[in-house]
């Protein structure tokens, strides 16, 4: 390394050196210019003394920064010191007082624990003062009828029981709950009783329909302020007092105490009759308890909303008496019907009759009493796995059924329209209410799981539908226009619409989420044979957090079905399409051959003769299809044909002819004053459906002397330079091949 330093300087010094010499040379380069060596040397000696008196001057004032860092540095090191000093004078004096408080504890132990104890005793004293206290103010409340003392006493013994939850003193504990149990037994009996009494006077329940009538119009108008307080008063107490399950499952069939004295003479009365061996208990006839719970949910509604629902809202309830009055009714079915259904399981007409009375039911006290979907639901013991397994294999064998039935029909009836003028035929109509009935059947289910199976058999169902279409489209294809093929059109067109509208309800968007959301759901087949239950799945399905792909969302439930019965519409559109045409094409065979393009002597003011039977059957056939087609599908079928025109006038008759000048515009003639008016009858602008013809005959009309000149510069040009020859003939749609094609086909250019 020293070497390797040694040799640098020397290569430092080397360089000095030369550089020295070269400025010496440059300032004396021949002998005259030694004369100013003197001053060269003052100059020099100058710059060394500059230098020198900068360097004392840098020295200097770094010794002045230094020696401030340094005072610092020690003023920092005696303030370290003060503090570390002052800390462990702190710590010594912690230290003794640590050591006298535990010399302290030693020296008294005894009479702290005999003060901890008499403190104990004191608190447990007080406790105590205080729920008897409270108990005396219940007490007292209770011969004072003070219904707000009551609630608040109550309410404290109950803040008493939280207070004391985490307390060691379980005799404390049990005493203030077995208070607050002898309480709460106390206050329901008492205003349980001035319930009943209350209740009597406005002869509530009505058990008989003819009971509420009887009380509405008579009864009430006696019913004075003070009793309707003291039902009210009742009702506010019980409601104030009572602590409802905190279990999820028990809190949803949790009825009040006020709905649970008002329905006790209806649940006696039910059970003596519905579960009885009474001979309305009667498995067969589910309609016989259920039209009587209907009428009571009619008969007390009022009553209800009059009566019940002031006290509800002065106590803050969430929701409305009626509601709890129809849970109660709802819990009494799901009763009846767990001990019915497995009755008539086996047998398919008392089982659907038996679905369908639910069904109606659960629809009838959605509408009267505001029951909420998140409410216990009478359709509950139809969704145990064995009953909805078999649910859904009924209703799939009677909805294929129907399908079966409905093509059966003899004759083409199912195809006509049951309301003139309109396009839809009666076999729509008949399937969109066969897959509405089964919305209707299961949108009230609760779990998105039993939805999502209901869905699945609709998607079957439309499929099924679409495949026997299918199957009589193939015999109809020999004559669309006179056959069924347009009603089947019809049929696909209206089921698109209404599936797409159906989609986008909030019904079936909620289903799509639900439906991502389960991806990994058990087919029907395996719900057969997995022991796990539908009500499990359905549980954790909702605790699923998989994030939604948008894509998949964007796609409906019947979005494939959707897909599907496009492209049938399609395929049929096509074979009107096709049938036209071709019939058409037939009729043009002497225009396409026979006529003389090349003669100058055209008619040039009418229609070509040979294209007479062409045009007339091209606007039979389209006023055919207007006829027997929607509008919306008969705009793709004119459309379709009007591109494929286009596409065979000019295939087979532009370039398969030779044309002189007359019979280009006899040909333009033919398509302005032939094809123009019959699409004119469909849209304002047919021609925007003929742009490459009208440019064709543009050519085939323009003078000689421009069409000799075109085709010259296009044989010659780039397709850059020929797109902008064609422009300043007003060409816009052809390309340099088939313009160059097109001018060739003028018997007045000149083949080269």
Request: with cysteine.
């Amino acid at each position: 390394t020293r070497l390797i330093h040694f040799i640098k300087r020397m290569d430092n010094g080397n360089d000095l050196k030369s550089r020295v010499i070269l400025s010496i040379n440059k300032e004396f380069e021949n002998i005259d210019s030694l004369k100013n060596v003197e001053l060269f040397r003052q100059n020099l000696v100058d710059k060394k003394e500059n230098l020198e008196k900068k360097l004392d001057h840098a020295n200097s004032s770094i010794s002045l920064e230094l020696q401030d860092l340094l005072n610092s540095g020690d003023e920092l090191d005696r303030k370290v010191g003060a503090i570390s000093d002052q800390n462990q004078s702190i710590l010594d004096k912690a230290r003794e007082c640590m050591e006298g408080c535990e010399n302290f504890e030693h020296e008294n132990k005894q009479i702290l624990n005999d003060i901890s104890i008499v403190r104990g005793v004191t608190q447990y004293t007080l406790w105590l003062r205080l729920i008897e206290q409270i108990s005396l103010d219940i007490s007292v409340s209770l011969e004072t009828q003070d219904k707000d003392q009551i609630v608040n006493a109550y309410n404290r013994i109950s803040e008493v029981c939280t207070a004391l939850n985490g307390s060691k003193c379980k005799n404390l504990i049990s005493y203030v709950e077995s208070t607050k149990k002898h309480w709460y037994e106390i206050i329901t009996e008492k205003y349980i009783n001035n319930l009943q009494k209350s209740l009597e006077v406005f002869n509530c329940p009505f058990i008989d329909t003819l009971d509420n009538k009887a009380t509405t119009t008579l009864d009430l108008m006696k019913i004075g302020r003070d009793e309707v307080e003291s039902l009210q008063n009742a009702v506010q107490i019980l409601l104030s007092i009572e602590n409802p399950p905190v279990d999820s499952e028990q809190k949803l069939h949790h009825l009040w105490l006020p709905i649970k004295v008002l329905m006790k003479p209806l649940r006696k009365r039910f059970k003596f009759h519905f579960l009885g061996t009474k001979t309305t208990n009667n498995p067969m006839k589910p309609e016989w308890f259920l039209t009587q719970l209907s009428g009571w949910a009619l008969a007390h509604r009022q009553f209800l909303t009059d009566y019940l629902q002031p006290a509800y809202d002065l106590v803050g309830m969430s929701h409305l008496a009626t509601l709890d009055f129809a849970k109660g009714l709802v819990l009494m079915a799901i009763e009846k019907l767990e001990v019915d259904i497995p009755i008539v399981l086996e047998d398919d007409v008392l089982f659907a009759h038996t679905i369908d009375e639910i069904i109606g039911f659960s629809c009838d006290l959605s509408k009267t009493m505001q029951y909420y979907s998140s409410e216990p639901s009478i359709l509950q013991p139809l969704t145990e796995s064995n009953v909805f397994i078999r649910w859904l294999n009924m209703e799939r064998k009677f909805a294929f059924e129907k399908v079966d039935n409905l093509f059966m029909e003899p004759g083409p009836s199912v195809w006509e329209s049951e309301v003139g003028g309109s396009f839809t035929p009666r076999a729509a109509e008949i399937f969109l209410a066969l897959l509405l009935s089964v919305t209707e059947r299961y949108k009230l289910l609760s779990s998105s799981i039993h939805r999502i199976q209901f869905l699945r058999l609709q998607v079957e169902l439309i499929e099924d539908f679409r495949v026997r279409l299918v199957q009589i489209v193939r015999a109809e294809k020999d004559s669309p226009l006179s056959s069924n093929l347009c009603p089947i059109m019809n049929t696909l067109d209206h089921l698109n619409l209404v599936l797409a509208n159906w989609a986008d309800t909030p019904f079936f968007l909620k289903l799509a989420i639900d439906m991502h959301n389960n991806k990994n759901n058990l087919s029907i087949s395996e719900l057969n044979s997995t022991t796990r239950s539908l009500e499990e799945q359905d549980e954790t399905a909702e605790n699923t957090t998989e994030p939604i792909d948008e894509n998949d969302v964007d796609r409906t439930v019947f979005q494939s079905s959707i897909d599907e019965l496009i492209y049938l519409k399609k395929q049929l559109i096509k074979e009107v399409v096709e049938s036209i045409y071709y019939t058409v094409t037939a009729r043009s065979v002497k225009y396409r051959s026979e006529t003389k393009w090349f003669v100058e002597d055209q008619p040039g003011d009418s229609v070509s003769p040979a294209a007479c039977e062409m045009l007339q059957t091209l606007a039979f056939g389209l006023d055919s299809a207007r006829k027997r087609i929607n509008p919306e599908s008969f705009q793709d079928v004119w459309r379709n044909l009007a591109v494929k025109i286009h596409d065979f006038i000019l295939d087979e008759i532009v370039v398969n002819n030779k044309f002189c000048l007359a019979g280009g515009k006899q040909l333009e003639f033919d398509v302005r004053r032939g094809f123009f008016p019959i699409f004119g009858e469909f849209t304002s602008k047919p021609q925007s459906y003929f742009t490459q013809l009208l440019d064709v005959l543009t050519l085939l009309t323009s003078p000689p002397g421009t069409v000799k000149l075109s085709l010259a510069l296009l044989k010659d040009t780039c397709e850059e330079g020929a797109a902008n020859i064609l422009a300043d003939l007003s060409i816009k749609h052809l390309n340099k091949e088939r313009a160059i094609r097109v001018l060739k086909a003028r018997i007045d250019v000149p083949q080269i």
